[in-house]
């Protein structure tokens, strides 16, 4: 019988969650091997992966998305073991797309073998504790709940499906704006999040999410107009939510980045987030879109 709870203590993520998120270590092993027990696996000869459908990208695209995250990897597991369940993986499952989260030595492997492996992105995720945080007050004028025209939403789409640090080379430009204007649309209409509006200027998504007795607020997205740019408004939208979020009960508040962001990551330092973890993510060629994920 498989030992969930020892897999998930053993994950190089594990200690590093429970020291930011606060919580009970043997609650919050309880809790992740619970999950771990439901999801849908992948068992090969010295490892274990789970597997997820990317339901909305494979809407979208009308093709089959998934993701897979390596869990479990025994001393002497060979990359290209690994490569062949993946190539089997999507074979069996007709997938067009798979994005893996691997570690740094099966990328070294598979280039060994000659496969070319492009570097596209590297997520970066920050962190800030909550408590103590009173309103601020530059955030006068920022519309909570207001209604976004379309033509907003998609000037945001275009400039954002334009920016350097979001292209992804495994889609085009115009699909990338696409995409995000649909994943705008869906996002206003989920209770969980909540939007404020610097009406011409940017808007700001926070979501909530309860892990056991703890709430963490994600900043889901921020955008301001190229216009607005250099203007304050960021900083506004961000004070303002964090304001949103302390009232929402939420003890810490999180945000993912691109690395390559010097810029961003300087912004939200000086707000008061750290650095957490690096995700990085990979192209290699194949028939199929395969995108490769490095575990930071």
Same mark, same amino acid.
């Given at each position: 019988?498989?030992?969930?709870?020892?897999?998930?203590?053993?994950?190089?993520?594990?200690?590093?969650?429970?020291?930011?998120?606060?919580?009970?270590?043997?609650?919050?092993?309880?809790?992740?091997?619970?999950?771990?027990?439901?999801?849908?696996?992948?068992?090969?000869?010295?490892?274990?992966?789970?597997?997820?459908?990317?339901?909305?990208?494979?809407?979208?695209?009308?093709?089959?998305?998934?993701?897979?995250?390596?869990?479990?990897?025994?001393?002497?597991?060979?990359?290209?073991?690994?490569?062949?369940t993946i190539k089997?993986?999507?074979?069996?499952?007709?997938?067009?797309?798979?994005?893996?989260?691997?570690?740094?030595?099966?990328?070294?492997?598979? =280039?060994? &073998?000659?496969? @070319?492996?492009?570097?596209? %992105?590297?997520?970066? +995720?920050?962190?800030?504790?909550? #408590? $103590?945080?009173?309103?601020?007050?530059?955030?006068?004028?920022i519309l909570k709940?207001?209604?976004?025209?379309?033509?907003?939403?998609?000037?945001?789409?275009?400039?954002?499906?334009?920016?350097?640090?979001?292209?992804?080379?495994?889609?085009?430009?115009?699909?990338?704006?696409?995409?995000?204007?649909?994943?705008?649309?869906?996002?206003?209409?989920?209770?969980?999040?909540?939007?404020?509006?610097?009406?011409?200027?940017?808007?700001?998504?926070?979501?909530?999410?309860?892990?056991?007795?703890?709430?963490?607020?994600?900043?889901?997205f921020i955008h301001?107009?190229?216009?607005?740019?250099?203007?304050?408004?960021?900083?506004?939208?961000?004070?303002?939510? =964090?304001? &949103?979020?302390? @009232?929402?009960?939420?003890? %810490?508040?999180?945000? +993912?980045?691109?690395?390559?962001? #010097? $810029?961003?990551?300087?912004?939200?330092?000086?707000?008061?987030?750290?650095?957490?973890?690096?995700?990085?993510?990979?192209?290699?060629?194949?028939?199929?879109?395969?995108?490769?994920?490095?575990?930071?």
């Amino acid at each position: 019988m498989t030992d969930y709870g020892q897999i998930v203590s053993s994950h190089p993520w594990f200690r590093k969650y429970l020291a930011v998120y606060s919580v009970d270590r043997r609650e919050w092993l309880e809790y992740q091997a619970k999950r771990l027990e439901k999801q849908d696996k992948i068992f090969f000869p010295g490892g274990m992966g789970i597997i997820k459908n990317s339901s909305f990208l494979s809407r979208f695209f009308g093709k089959s998305f998934s993701d897979f995250t390596m869990i479990r990897e025994e001393e002497g597991l060979d990359p290209m073991a690994l490569l062949e369940t993946i190539k089997e993986i999507i074979r069996l499952r007709g997938l067009s797309h798979l994005a893996l989260k691997v570690p740094e030595e099966f990328r070294t492997g598979m =280039l060994l &073998e000659g496969i @070319s492996i492009i570097p596209v %992105i590297t997520s970066r +995720k920050m962190v800030m504790t909550l #408590s $103590g945080r009173t309103e601020s007050p530059e955030t006068e004028g920022i519309l909570k709940g207001a209604s976004f025209p379309r033509d907003f939403l998609a000037q945001v789409s275009r400039e954002y499906g334009e920016s350097r640090f979001h292209y992804d080379p495994g889609f085009r430009k115009k699909d990338i704006s696409d995409l995000f204007l649909t994943w705008l649309e869906n996002s206003l209409k989920d209770p969980c999040v909540t939007a404020l509006l610097d009406p011409g200027k940017g808007l700001l998504l926070l979501k909530t999410h309860d892990i056991l007795k703890s709430r963490i607020g994600e900043i889901l997205f921020i955008h301001v107009l190229s216009k607005a740019r250099n203007s304050g408004t960021g900083r506004r939208l961000i004070n303002r939510g =964090l304001s &949103e979020l302390c @009232s929402s009960r939420c003890g %810490i508040a999180e945000v +993912k980045l691109t690395a390559e962001n #010097s $810029g961003a990551e300087l912004f939200y330092e000086k707000i008061g987030f750290s650095k957490f973890l690096d995700e990085k993510t990979y192209h290699f060629g194949s028939k199929s879109v395969v995108r490769v994920k490095q575990r930071g």
